[in-house]
């Protein structure tokens, strides 16, 4: 199968529960001391129900939970040294609290090939998007990989 043939391929679904303590270790690790994340007074006094989650918290459920990237690779049939990182986006549809459970469904939605004198690339956009417990879309995550050739 050709990588043109793996648009629309879905890979499974995972679900990953929100806790606080990941909330924290997250932002310590990228150095946000906003109190929104951890103080439910903050958070209420913002507009939210309890403490949420930092803008790029998502790539937390992808890691922990998600398809890992030898995976990604081996389904999509791309070689991993080959591989940059070129995009990532976020869209948020609803808030995330600690305790909901996220599930995400990520798919292929677009490949573009483009070539060059010197090589090429295959430029792959991936869509993730996530629901909570209740079945309400609260996040899509767009990325893309580039993969060198």
């Not at 906003?34 to 890691?63: K, L, R």
């Not at 070689?79 to 459970?101: K, R």
């Amino acid at each position: 199968m050709g990588l043109q043939e793996k648009k629309g391929f879905k890979f499974p679904e995972f679900t990953m529960t929100i806790e606080r303590g990941k909330i924290r270790e997250f932002i310590r690790a990228v150095g946000d001391d906003s109190p929104i994340y951890t103080n439910v007074q903050a958070a209420e006094e913002a507009g939210f129900q309890d403490t949420t989650i930092p803008p790029t918290f998502m790539q937390v459920a992808d890691m922990w939970s998600g398809p890992d990237f030898m995976t990604q690779c081996e389904q999509l049939e791309i070689n991993p040294v080959m591989i940059l990182h070129g995009e990532q986006e976020y869209e948020y549809l609803g808030d995330v609290y600690p305790g909901d459970e996220i599930t995400g469904s990520c798919q292929v939605v677009d490949i573009r090939t483009k070539k060059g004198s010197s090589g090429g690339m295959n430029i792959i956009q991936l869509e993730t998007m996530y629901h909570n417990q209740h079945d309400q879309p609260v996040m899509v995550s767009r990325t893309k990989i580039i993969e060198r050739f």
